[in-house]
């Protein structure tokens, strides 16, 4: 038993080199929440949540946030919005920009069949490695597809608007960016805000749904600590763009998208993940693609 297992760790370990402790970490919340899929638990995850979880519970005891708090919560606010659009019959095509290891085009795959197409696409590393671990799940599904992406190409076949060329028009679409806004500079999320407006104005309907962070819902010295800890932790600084609601709103304006900024503290009766102490730390972008 032991000495196959050696083996199997090293592998793991070696593909998690490739992968940013940001999605290592939350792969594994999505594990240990029950969110996520078998395929996708691996043992650096594991390992990785283990470490920080004396940190985490610390940080719960005096009151804190933790990461699982607003990770969860962005997550399945998400989520609520992608079944709404689904189930409306207004949009039948997801194309989620860096998925990373999230569960979530796995889950809707498996709910709603073949009566939606989704593409999870993300950078080469990931693609290969998600692609190795579904290969599965992909084979039995032709509308489950994970893809290269460079969001930030102005064309070609892995530009955003090469991806949603492969899809149809006649139907909508949603495109969702969770977890990724806020490792890029301003200029690059206006950028992408931009493609995505012009691609979603493509479609009969068009959706966009993501996760953001305010300056002015992290400005305590708890918030300010909490944000300066995270940077650390993905090696990078955390860029906190914006800081009003209206600001947001009048920029996607501008980019074709009609946009409400919801705030998971507002469905903790509905989700119980949007009643922690972090839940309020992260907003979720809920924004239509305008019709003239």
């Known amino acids: 038993m032991f000495p196959s297992l050696f083996p199997r ?35 650096p995850a594991k390992a990785l ?7 985490m519970a610390m940080s719960r005891s005096f009151g804190g946030p933790t990461l699982q708090d607003f990770l969860l919560a962005r997550h399945d606010l998400i989520d609520r919005q992608l079944h709404q659009a689904i189930t409306s019959g207004k949009a039948t095509q997801v194309l989620e920009i860096a998925a990373g290891l999230s569960p979530r085009g796995s889950r809707f795959v498996q709910e709603y069949g073949d009566d939606i197409t989704y593409i999870e696409a993300d950078l080469p590393g990931m693609v290969a490695q998600k692609r190795k671990l579904l290969e599965q799940r992909l084979a039995v599904c032709p509308y489950h597809r994970i893809e290269v992406i460079d969001a ?36 690059s999320v206006l950028d992408l805000w931009t ?14 749904f993501s996760d953001l962070h305010f300056s002015s819902h992290n400005d305590d010295l708890l918030s300010r600590a909490f944000a300066a800890a ?19 709103q009048q920029l996607m304006q501008q980019r074709g998208l009609a946009c409400e900024v919801l705030n998971p503290s507002d469905f903790a009766a509905e989700l119980a993940s949007c009643t922690t102490a972090g839940a309020h730390l992260t907003r979720v972008l809920s924004a239509s693609a ?3």
């Open 9 to 43: 760790f090293a592998r793991q370990f070696m593909s998690a080199a490739r992968i940013s402790p940001t999605a290592l970490y939350t792969a594994q919340v999505w594990q240990e929440s029950g969110r996520s899929v078998p395929e996708l638990a691996s043992l």
């Open 195 to 208: 493609r995505v407006g012009q691609t979603l104005s493509g479609f009969q309907r068009g959706f966009y």
């Open 152 to 187: 930030f190409a102005t064309d070609g076949v892995h530009s955003l608007a090469g991806l949603a060329a492969q899809l149809d028009p006649e139907r909508g679409l949603v495109i969702i960016t969770e977890g990724l806004l806020n490792y890029f500079d301003r200029a």
């Open 290 to 292: 305008m019709t003239y």
């Open 230 to 248: 995270l940077g650390a932790f993905v090696r990078g600084k955390i860029h906190l763009h914006f800081s009003s609601i209206g600001e947001v």
């Open 49 to 55: 949540y283990t470490a920080l979880s004396p940190a």
